[in-house]
């Protein structure tokens, strides 16, 4: 599986923007998550979209702002990102999982097997 991310930018504070990540490869995904590496802080969880029944998790300092969804057709995952605050600035990683307890361990950069390659977000006060 190789992902690729997209749709970073430099923004002001109260604005969005859309990250996609398009998968390619044949592998069945449990889960799909973004995660995020700020300056000078470990990468943390974002959000995640798990399958089977479909469901979505985020972090608190995210809900209400954040959404995950998927496109199966394109077999890409976005994350509509609304209100930004200076605190989002960061790198932005989306990531597959594709174990079976990836899905229960969502919130662990453990549990998921592939990465793309990051795209910014500067969020401008």
């Known amino acids: 599986v190789q992902l690729q991310a997209s749709g970073g930018g430099l923004v002001q504070a109260g604005d969005s923007l859309r990250l996609s990540c398009a998968a390619s490869?044949?592998?069945?995904?449990?889960?799909m998550g973004w995660f995020r590496q700020g300056p000078g802080k470990e990468r943390e969880f974002v959000a995640a979209?798990?399958?089977?029944?479909?469901?979505?998790y985020y972090t608190n300092s995210v809900k209400g702002r954040f959404t995950i969804s998927r496109d199966n057709a394109k077999n890409t995952v976005y994350l509509q990102m609304n209100s930004l605050r200076p605190e989002d600035t960061a790198v932005y990683y989306c990531a597959a999982g594709l174990r079976s307890d990836s899905g229960v361990y969502y919130y662990s950069d453990l549990s998921y097997d592939y990465w793309g390659q990051g795209t910014l977000v500067t969020v401008s006060s």
């Open positions: 979209l798990r399958r089977s029944p479909d469901r979505t």
């Open positions: 490869g044949r592998a069945f995904t449990v889960v």
